[in-house]
């Protein structure tokens, strides 16, 4: 039987039966947040024994107020005489912050700021999840209230992401079978396979939670609402082995998308149309969708994003563009 006990309790337990005990007896009247955030499968929740094999312990985050940044070096210098190496036979970790230097650190962006549609469209999705995911053990000092600032997409922004996860979608499907009758099933496939990842971005985005990276995306995908009905509709995409058979089985995806578009309430009820391009000989499931959802937008600047450049976020920059500090570089795209 297993023993495994989740990286998130274990951190509850350092913070609550050692950490908080150090903070109240060494730094009396000190205000402070805890919490467990930053990279890691057991930030999302996802962690299991394979996880700690690597980087995966017991640690808590501390937050100081902004007014308090002065005494950080002291709040480092008490835990790191005061707390154990070990902790339930792990190695521990701690850091100090503050909220709006820890946001800064992940996103290059101050929280204290207005946060304008072209800042959420260069925050990596991945990472707004791992923040928001994490578990906050103790709050005085406004950390789930920043939280709450990053919690999900503002609604016309939201609007946007929809616009632009459909356009993903479309332009691509015909050429699942234009590839198959060309004789690369490979490439059709690989083309199939693309849009099924579309395809449950949008279902993510229609229910309202961030993706996280590649390693855990199918994880949090089989969790959300959709995920057990939608899933073996798209298991059929990868399984099958020729053109017409993945054809049908994204026509059958997009069938269901497209009902939960209808379940949003934003639009009026949306029925799918086959489209054939020019004589081809290849099917397209398309409900016009995008043409619904613009005129909902109010926001100027979401409107001029969404006339000039339908892409969606820059999750698909994020192996070139990782670290926070580039994210300069992404919002010139924007102007």
Same mark, same amino acid.
Request: proline share 7%.
């Given at each position: 039987?297993? +023993?495994?006990?989740?990286?998130?309790?274990?951190?509850?337990?350092?913070?609550e039966q050692v950490v908080?005990?150090?903070? +109240?007896?060494?730094?009396?009247?000190?205000?402070?947040?805890?919490?467990?955030?930053?990279?890691?499968?057991?930030?999302?929740?996802?962690?299991?024994?394979?996880?700690?094999?690597?980087?995966?312990?017991?640690?808590?985050?501390?937050?100081?107020?902004?007014?308090?940044?002065?005494?950080?070096?002291?709040?480092?210098?008490?835990?790191?005489?005061?707390?154990?190496?070990?902790?339930?036979?792990?190695?521990?970790?701690?850091?100090?912050?503050?909220?709006?230097?820890?946001?800064?650190?992940?996103?290059?962006?101050?929280?204290?700021g207005d946060i304008e549609?072209?800042?959420?469209?260069?925050?990596?999705?991945? *990472?707004?999840?791992?923040? +928001?995911?994490?578990?906050?053990?103790?709050?005085?000092?406004?950390?789930? *209230?920043?939280?709450?600032?990053?919690?999900?997409?503002?609604?016309?922004?939201?609007?946007?992401?929809?616009?632009?996860?459909?356009?993903?979608?479309? /332009?691509?499907?015909?050429?699942?079978?234009?590839?198959?009758?060309?004789?690369?099933?490979?490439?059709?496939?690989?083309?199939?396979?693309?849009?099924?990842?579309?395809?449950?971005?949008?279902?993510?985005?229609?229910?309202?939670?961030?993706?996280?990276?590649?390693?855990?995306?199918?994880?949090?995908?089989?969790?959300?609402?959709?995920?057990?009905?939608?899933?073996?509709?798209?298991?059929?995409?990868?399984?099958?082995?020729?053109?017409?058979?993945?054809?049908?089985?994204?026509? *059958?995806?997009?069938?269901?998308?497209?009902?939960?578009?209808?379940?949003?309430?934003?639009? /009026? /009820?949306?029925?799918?149309?086959?489209?054939?391009?020019?004589?081809?000989?290849?099917?397209?499931?398309?409900?016009?969708?995008?043409?619904?959802?613009?005129?909902?937008?109010?926001?100027?600047?979401?409107?001029?994003?969404?006339?000039?450049?339908?892409?969606? /976020?820059?999750?698909?920059?994020?192996?070139?563009?990782?670290?926070?500090?580039?994210?300069?570089?992404?919002?010139?795209?924007?102007?």
């Amino acid at each position: 039987m297993s +023993t495994f006990v989740s990286g998130a309790e274990l951190s509850r337990r350092l913070y609550e039966q050692v950490v908080q005990p150090v903070m +109240t007896s060494r730094l009396p009247g000190l205000p402070h947040s805890a919490a467990l955030l930053g990279r890691g499968s057991e930030v999302l929740g996802f962690d299991d024994e394979m996880s700690s094999d690597h980087d995966w312990k017991p640690r808590v985050l501390i937050f100081i107020a902004e007014k308090d940044e002065p005494r950080r070096v002291e709040v480092e210098e008490e835990l790191q005489r005061n707390l154990p190496p070990t902790f339930e036979g792990h190695p521990i970790g701690y850091e100090v912050h503050t909220v709006r230097g820890y946001v800064r650190q992940q996103f290059e962006m101050d929280i204290d700021g207005d946060i304008e549609p072209r800042d959420w469209l260069t925050l990596p999705e991945h *990472a707004l999840r791992m923040f +928001t995911s994490g578990v906050v053990f103790h709050d005085e000092v406004g950390l789930q *209230a920043a939280r709450d600032r990053l919690a999900f997409y503002p609604h016309d922004v939201w609007l946007y992401l929809l616009i632009a996860g459909w356009w993903r979608v479309h /332009p691509e499907m015909n050429l699942v079978g234009r590839a198959g009758t060309a004789g690369d099933e490979l490439g059709s496939a690989l083309i199939g396979s693309r849009l099924v990842v579309d395809l449950m971005r949008l279902a993510f985005l229609m229910e309202r939670q961030y993706a996280p990276y590649s390693k855990w995306f199918g994880t949090a995908f089989s969790r959300l609402a959709c995920g057990s009905d939608l899933t073996p509709v798209l298991w059929n995409v990868g399984r099958a082995e020729v053109w017409q058979e993945r054809e049908e089985a994204l026509m *059958a995806a997009y069938e269901r998308l497209v009902l939960m578009h209808n379940g949003l309430g934003l639009t /009026p /009820p949306v029925t799918t149309e086959l489209v054939q391009l020019w004589d081809r000989p290849f099917k397209v499931a398309w409900a016009d969708i995008p043409a619904l959802l613009l005129p909902l937008i109010r926001d100027p600047a979401v409107v001029s994003i969404a006339q000039r450049w339908p892409v969606g /976020p820059v999750d698909q920059f994020r192996e070139l563009f990782w670290a926070p500090k580039n994210r300069q570089l992404l919002l010139r795209l924007f102007d």
